[in-house]
């Protein structure tokens, strides 16, 4: 089957995955998400693991990003150096079943002593590009458990930079001192703003994050607000990270809208202007744009 009459793209994380199979009017028609992701596949499996997919969603040519493409999945699809094209992209996708199975390389950057990568968020950025739904020069905010701050310059991706936000809250949250103040739901409400405001002026993180059980303990925050006042604190001390980036420029969140509304309101508490994109809709838009390149 030739890509132009149908794919399935994957975008297979390292505990998740979601497929969607792509019909010949480039519509998504089906999908699914799962817990199966690379650390799932036990050694050799993932041939099995893909025909699973197709069982799923019908036969037909496979288009993978993520950590499929990293040292821990399939095989390995080497960075690409930024500044990076869309068209930079396909011309380096690595091939684990030639014209049937092909994973989308990732994205690096080395320089002056910097160096930072990313797999997967390169193809919901290319996707927003293809799509319309940012303009060809911007300053994207991709949100998660690395988040990717991001300037796009000409249709390309130019510099970037990884905080690890999401790992850090994840980490907090299962084990330590304050795990048992943060089994909460995450909102936007006073509590969320106030870890913001705190995490913006860049005081000493690691007193701050100290300071929530203190708060708990002496009565001046509540305990089911505690979740949401520590991901502020992370998510402003991020923002700082950010605001030192954007040049003042609109900030342009993309990702799962549940992510992405907790940075813009970090960034109206900044006072800075922001809006949000659907990944998704993105990665979809993405992963058409990249299998229309390929034979």
Known sequence: MRWAEGFIAVDWGTTNR????IDEKSECVASFEDDQGVLSVVPGGFPAAAQSIRERLGDGPLLMAGMVGSTRGWAEAPYVSCPASLEALAARVAWVEPGRAAIVPGLSIRHAGHADVMRGEEIQLFGALAGGLIPRTAFVCHPGTHNKWVTVSDGCIGTFRTVMTGEMFNQLRERGTLSELLGGDVTTGDAFRDGVARGLRGETLGAELFSVRARVLLG??????????????????????????????????LGRPELTCLYAEAAAVADHAARQVDGEAAFLAGAIALARTLP
């Open 18 to 21: 979601r497929a969607y199979r």
């Open 220 to 253: 001046d925050l509540a305990r089911s607000a505690a979740a949401s006042f520590t991901s502020g604190l992370l998510i402003g001390a991020d923002m700082k990270v950010g605001l030192s980036l954007a040049a003042g420029a609109e900030m342009i969140m």
